[in-house]
């Protein structure tokens, strides 16, 4: 069974996450069907992309599935990682892409729905950064992503806590766009969508690389980037990310000792 469903009607395109008994979780055969899907679309002339869940889900999706994650001793969120391939197709992709929003956004799916140029959400939605409860070193460009977005203090919060920002929060820290009552959601979601099909898409094309450039024009020196890379090592080396994995498998609360 596909565990993604995919329409497009007047140059809007739609993915619809279609895997409610994991959660719509992030996994590699998802993400398969999300890329193959995009690539579809394109050639269908999509102008706008909607991203969402079912209608009436109390989960957008769960994030990275945890089965997938590597043992120790391998980056979890490597280059090449599934999650982090599909972030960056959304991110480059020449047309907006709205994610719209009803259910709880967990772990890798935030950096997902953020990764869409914009949020549109409703009451039910929340916003819940999990790596620090299973051990994962965040990767260098999901953290900036998130600062570019919420700033330092929001970002910080998120990480450190572990815990759900309510709709209101991911209002008021900037995460959406617009929040919206759940009858409306539908509705205001793809309005704005067909707007945005009247307009010229090649300048839309331009306008959002150049700030996707302009967002990421943070250099690093070789010695500072090295230097991040050895302390996410670090953490996907230690004993805390291998308890942390393996007690989300097992379903109990982490013990981490900070080795």
Known sequence: MAVINTALQDNVGTITFNDPEHRNMLSGALIDEMLQSIGALQKGRMRVLV?????????????????????????????????????????????????????????????????????????????????AKIGVPYNVSGILHFMNIMGVNFAKEMFFTAEPLSAEQASKAGLLNHLVEADQLEEFTYSMAHKITKNSPLSIGVIKEQIRLLASAHPLSPLTFERVQGLRRTVYDSKDYAEGIKAFLEKRPPVFTGE
């Not at 209608?55 to 490597?78: F, T």
């Not at 197709?89 to 729905?113: F, H, K, T, Y």
Request: overall charge negative.
């Open 51 to 131: 991203i969402r869940a079912p209608k009436g889900s109390k989960v957008w999706s769960a994030g990275h599935d945890v089965h997938e994650l590597p043992l120790p001793g391998r980056d979890p969120l490597s280059y090449h990682d599934p999650l982090v391939t599909v972030l960056r197709s959304i991110q480059s992709l020449p047309i907006p892409v709205i994610a719209m929003i009803e259910g709880s956004v967990w772990g890798g799916a935030c950096d997902l729905a953020l990764s869409c140029d914009i949020l549109i959400g409703c009451p039910s939605s929340s916003f819940c950064m999990t790596p």
